[in-house]
């Protein structure tokens, strides 16, 4: 997620938030995430990615690890 997020605009950030804010609320979330496939499962354990964004995958990270950009 880090090399992506590094090649975004100031203003790439400010749509995604738009964005973001604009169809995020109010939705109901499972408590974990769909089962993939055999292989996105294995993608998934290995780069740990439920520590970080929780069950469902969506969970925030706050303390933000990226630099904000102002």
């Not at 950030?13 to 292989?39: F, H, M, R, W």
């Amino acid at each position: 997620m880090r090399t992506l997020a590094a090649g975004l605009s100031d203003q790439d950030i400010a749509d995604l938030a738009a964005y973001y804010e604009s169809s995020g609320s109010g939705v109901n979330l499972p408590a974990t995430a769909a089962q993939g496939s055999g292989k996105a499962a294995e993608l998934m354990a290995k780069g740990g990615c439920t520590s970080c964004h929780g069950a469902n995958l969506s969970k925030p990270i706050l303390p933000c690890n990226f630099p904000i950009r102002k």
